[in-house]
C-alpha cells in the first residue's frame, strides 16, 4: 500500500507591518484588537494601501530559495468565504508569485502571498484581528512526498532554509501546514490547520496507520477534511468533501498587478553550505550537519577556522558548544566567537583541559565574563602533564579498584580518573591518564 502526501504550508513573513495595512506584526504582545485600523477590519469605504513590498520581497527570496521560476508580476485575488475571522468576506491573496520549484526530492508546485485571516474564538464568541492582514507566504507541494519520515526530512530542510534567510517569523503559531495523506487508490485526507512543523508528522503517522487500517477492514471512507487534536496526538472529522469549495476567485479591483524585482541575494544556502564545509575542512557529514544547523553557528566555525584545527576545532562545536546551547534551549549568539576562539587556540596548545574548556564556554554563555579574564581568575591555565608519580601512587593506594577494572569494570576505571583529576584540580589531561593506566595497570 503507498502511502501518498502533499503539503500546503503556510509561514508568515517577518515584517514590521500588515501587507495592506500600516499596523504592526507584533501580535503576540498587543492588546486585543491593538493592531488595528479600517483596512485591516474592512470598514466601509476603506481601501487597501500600496502592497508591503518587503513582505513581497521576501517571498521572492523563498521563491527563489526553493528553485523556483518566478513569475513577471503579483497579482491579488479575492478569495471568498464568509467566517468571523474575515472582515472582508474574502482573503487576499496572490497567484502564484513562483512555480515549479523542488527540494528534498519535491515538487514544489507553487508559493504565493496571502493575507493571514483574524482569530474567532468559538468559546466567548469575541474575534481578535490582530493578526488580520499580516503577510503570509503559502508553498505548496506536489503528492510526492512518500512518508512521515520524508514529510519530516523535507519540514526540517524547509525549516532550516527559512532561518538562513531570515525572512519568516518564528514564533509559536506562525506556521500553519495543511497536511493531505491518501493512499494510493483511495480518497485523500486532508488534516488542515497543524500548529507547528513536528505537529505534522504526528498528524501523518495517526492518519497513515487510520487509513491503512480501514482499507484492511474493507470499511469504506470518503475524502473528508480532518482536524488536528494536538494533545492526543489524532485527528478528527470536520467535514466531508464531496464538493469542490466555491471560493469565487476574482481579480481584486482595488489592487492592481505589481511588476516583481526578480533580483534577490540569498545566502548560502544549508544544503550547498554543508557540501562545501565537509569538503573544505575534511569534516565528517554530521559534523557539516551539526555546525550548519544554524548560519551564525557556521559563520562562526568559518571564521576561527581559518587559524585554527578544523577537526579539533569541528570537535568542540559538536560537543560542548552545542551540548549547552541544546541545555538552555538558545541559539548561537555572536558574543560566542572571540571566546571559543580563545578556547581553541588554548586547547590546541595543550594549556587548558577539555573539562577547564567547559567551564569557561559556560561563563561566556551565562557570565560577563571573557574567557581569558575567567581562566586566569579561577586559575584554569595550565595542564599537569607530570602525572605518572601520581598515576602510580593512585594505583598503589587503591588496589581495589584497580582489581575491578582488570575484570572489565568500567566504574572502576571512572573512579580512578576521578581520584587524579581530584589531585590535579582537574588539570591533568584525560588522554594521558587513560594511556598510563593502560600502560601501569
Ligand atoms: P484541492 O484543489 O482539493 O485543494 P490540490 O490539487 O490543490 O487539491 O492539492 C492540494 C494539496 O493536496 C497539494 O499539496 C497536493 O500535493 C495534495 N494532494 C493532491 N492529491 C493528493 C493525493 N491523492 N494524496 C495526497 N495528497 C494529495
Ligand atoms: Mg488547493
Ligand atoms: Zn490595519
Redesign the pocket.
Known amino acids: 500500500m503507498k502511502t ?5 504550508i503556510h509561514v508568515q513573513l517577518r515584517t514590521e507591518s500588515k501587507l495592506f495595512c500600516n499596523c504592526k506584526t507584533n501580535y503576540l504582545k498587543a492588546q486585543t484588537n491593538e493592531n488595528t485600523c479600517v483596512v485591516c477590519t474592512a470598514h466601509p469605504g476603506s481601501k487597501p494601501y500600496f502592497i508591503n513590498e518587503k513582505a513581497i520581497k521576501n517571498a521572492v527570496k523563498i521563491a527563489a530559495a526553493l528553485n523556483c521560476e518566478i513569475n513577471e508580476e503579483i497579482i491579488m485575488q479575492r478569495k471568498h468565504y464568509f467566517y468571523p475571522d474575515l472582515p472582508n468576506g474574502f482573503q487576499r491573496t496572490s497567484k502564484p508569485l513562483g512555480v515549479n520549484g523542488t527540494l528534498e526530492g519535491v515538487t514544489i ?1 507553487e508559493v504565493h502571498v496571502e493575507e493571514d485571516p483574524g482569530r474567532y474564538d468559538l468559546k466567548t464568541g469575541k474575534t481578535d484581528y490582530n493578526r488580520c492582514g499580516i503577510p503570509l507566504i503559502e508553498i ?5 512526498i512518500k512518508d512521515s519520515e520524508h514529510a519530516k526530512k523535507f519540514l526540517e530542510e524547509l525549516q532550516l532554509i527559512l532561518a538562513y534567510l531570515e525572512v519568516s517569523r518564528e514564533e509559536p503559531g506562525s506556521s500553519r501546514v ?1 497536511a ?3 493512499i494510493e487508490g483511495h480518497p ?1 485526507i ?1 488534516v488542515k490547520n497543524i500548529n507547528s512543523f513536528k505537529g505534522v508528522y504526528t498528524a501523518l503517522e495517526y492518519e497513515e496507520r487510520r487509513q491503512k487500517k480501514l482499507i484492511q477492514e474493507n470499511t469504506p471512507y470518503g475524502q473528508e477534511t480532518r482536524h488536528f487534536d494536538e494533545e492526543k496526538g489524532t485527528t478528527t472529522s470536520m467535514r466531508k ?1 464531496e464538493t ?1 469549495e466555491d471560493y469565487r476567485y476574482s481579480p481584486d479591483p482595488d489592487v492592481p498587478p505589481i511588476a516583481i524585482e526578480k533580483n534577490t541575494e540569498i545566502p548560502e544556502l544549508p544544503k550547498p553550505k554543508r557540501e562545501r564545509m565537509e569538503k573544505q575542512y575534511a569534516l565528517t557529514k554530521e559534523d557539516a550537519e551539526t555546525i550548519t544547523s544554524e548560519k551564525k553557528m557556521a559563520d562562526a566555525f568559518e571564521k576561527i577556522a581559518g587559524h585554527s584545527n578544523a577537526k579539533e576545532l569541528a570537535k568542540l562545536f559538536k560537543g560542548i558548544l552545542k551540548k549547552q546551547l541544546n541545555y538552555r534551549g538558545i541559539k548561537y549568539q555572536e558574543k560566542l566567537t572571540p571566546e571559543i576562539e580563545w578556547i581553541a587556540k588554548n586547547l590546541e596548545q595543550n594549556k587548558i583541559t577539555e573539562k577547564s574548556a567547559e567551564a569557561i564556554l559556560i561563563e561566556a554563555i551565562d557570565g560577563g565574563k571573557s574567557a581569558e579574564n575567567y581562566a586566569k581568575e579561577q586559575n584554569l591555565l595550565g595542564v599537569e602533564t607530570n602525572i605518572q608519580g601520581l598515576i602510580e601512587k593512585t594505583i598503589k593506594e587503591n588496589p581495589k579498584a584497580v582489581e575491578d577494572y582488570k575484570k572489565g569494570e568500567e566504574k572502576a576505571l571512572n573512579y580512578l580518573i576521578g581520584k587524579i583529576m581530584k589531585e590535579t584540580k582537574g588539570k591533568a589531561d584525560k588522554k594521558t591518564i587513560l594511556k598510563t593506566l593502560e600502560e601501569k595497570i
Open positions: 501518498i502526501i502533499g503539503l500546503e508546485r505548496v507541494t506536489e503528492p510526492e495543511d493531505n495523506l491518501s485523500r486532508e468533501k469542490l
